[in-house]
């Protein structure tokens, strides 16, 4: 026992010279080439999943050693053997295909039987709804717990590919905001070709400096090559040109330059953790097709008990949140392919005020600045069921009015204006000396969205 104790502590110091970059003064290859594989093995088995995985990665002989597949069973069956009720259903099944001869990596296995057991466990908290947005009040909680990050690969002309890590992420009631600053990987903003965002769910392994095994799932796909025409300018300041690609994407771009400074993407929270692990790394996450429940009011009276939840916020703070009910629309009122949702007037609003000024800051590595009349916005439609039915997050760029439509309250009058195939938005806002404040809010919904999704011919 004292011999293996010590040739532990020897593969303890193969691996810290390894990722320090410094070198021992023993002569451990040689110390270990003496050796037969079978004491080095006897040796392993008394290590854990994250020791084990850790001495996997000092020299293809360890590597090979700690990938037997005899190793990861013993650790298997110690963790998950004896307590069946902790498998979830999907280990079951792997097992019975076993059990008919089929292969199957006992290391493989057990990293699927940990996350699958994790993702169980915290798909509980889901269940639960906040009252205020409509929508699981732990999702950020959940992500946190799962060890979810997100990557973006970034594809040239040329074919090349290149995977950032996330610079920074905030969260919100209803999103996350997430950042990567450009470096020096990222092309020319001319020379993308495509960007792909992944959310990658990493094992808990204590393996510091070691990159844990991860799945990614695929997210989105953009075409660059057709976004590029037809990007918005959203704002800018002195250093960034902020160009709006698709829903939530922006691409932050130096000043007079084609060189990119960073990437924002804001996710909604609706089936976040779906879209996030349940995809391939090659496919989306497809959301299932629920039916809502047969509406036993007539047809012909139109839409009735919507919900809204809208949140104004930066990367900083949040500058409005409200819940707003009761909004309907005649079927009279449907008209131009479009259900326009009763419009909320100053007097339903009176209440409500921004918090601050409207501005979006950004950071990119040691250089930071703020635009203006820029921010994000967040919502979330809730059907007369109480479901949400169009969600969405976005940067939106709010502009002034030349032709104030309200004349009840002195002062600079702005709009922010969103438009989407599916779903457009639009509130105006007045400038009252020390805030903004929304005098009216207008939600249209296509005709189409609605008779797919309640089976109705408006």
């Not at 500058?319 to 007037?345: A, F, H, K, P, W």
């Not at 000024?357 to 950071?363: A, D, I």
Request: proline share 4%; hydrophobic share 35%; net charge positive.
């Amino acid at each position: 026992m004292a011999t293996s104790k010590a040739v532990v502590s020897r593969l303890e110091l193969v691996r810290t010279t390894r990722r320090t970059g410094k070198k021992s003064s023993e002569s451990t290859p040689n110390f270990l080439g003496r050796l037969p594989s079978e004491i080095l093995i006897k040796i392993l088995s008394y290590l854990d999943a994250s020791a084990l995985f850790s001495i996997s990665h000092i020299n293809k002989l360890f590597d090979k050693l700690a990938n037997d597949n005899i190793l990861w069973q013993k650790i298997y069956t110690a963790e998950f053997g004896k307590h069946k009720k902790r498998r979830p259903e999907c280990i079951d099944k792997l097992l019975l295909k076993m059990e008919d001869g089929a292969e199957i990596s006992w290391k493989w296995l057990y990293f699927n039987t940990r996350a699958a057991c994790d993702m169980y466990k915290w798909n509980k908290h889901l269940e639960q709804i906040s009252s205020h947005t409509g929508l699981p009040r732990q999702t950020e909680r959940v992500l946190r717990n799962l060890n979810l990050t997100w990557e973006l690969t970034v594809t040239d002309k040329s074919g090349q590919e290149n995977t950032l890590e996330l610079s920074c992420s905030h969260f919100f009631n209803a999103s996350v905001t997430l950042s990567w600053s450009a470096g020096v990987y990222m092309p020319d903003y001319q020379q993308i070709s495509t960007l792909q965002i992944h959310g990658v769910r990493r094992i808990a392994l204590k393996c510091p400096g070691i990159k844990i095994p991860g799945w990614r799932s695929l997210m989105a796909t953009l075409d660059m090559q057709a976004l590029t025409k037809s990007a918005q300018v959203i704002g800018e300041d002195r250093l960034v040109q902020l160009k709006l690609l698709q829903c939530g994407v922006i691409i932050g771009v130096w000043r007079d330059q084609c060189s990119v400074a960073f990437v924002m993407v804001t996710l909604h929270f609706h089936r976040l953790v779906e879209r996030s692990t349940q995809g391939s790394s090659v496919c989306p996450y497809v959301e299932p097709t629920v039916k809502p429940p047969p509406d036993d009011i007539d047809p012909e009276y139109g839409l009735h008990g919507y919900q809204l939840h809208i949140t104004l916020h930066n990367t900083v703070c949040e500058l409005m949140s409200e819940r707003l009910s009761q909004l309907y629309c005649c079927r009279d009122n449907i008209s131009d392919g479009l259900v326009r949702l009763t419009t909320l007037s100053g007097n339903k609003l009176g209440h409500i005020r921004l918090s601050g000024h409207v501005t979006l800051p950004w950071r990119c590595e040691a250089l930071q600045g703020t635009v203006e009349n820029c921010c994000i916005m967040s919502l979330t439609l809730l059907d007369e069921f109480g479901k949400p039915f169009k969600c969405l997050s976005s940067p939106v760029s709010m502009a002034p009015e030349t032709t104030p439509v309200c004349y009840d309250y002195d002062g600079e009058n702005y709009v922010i204006h969103y438009k989407e195939p599916d779903i457009q938005v639009k509130m105006r806002l007045v400038w009252m000396k020390e805030h903004f404040a929304p005098i009216s809010l207008a939600v249209h919904v296509s005709v189409s969205s609605v008779n797919e999704h309640f089976t109705r011919y408006y």
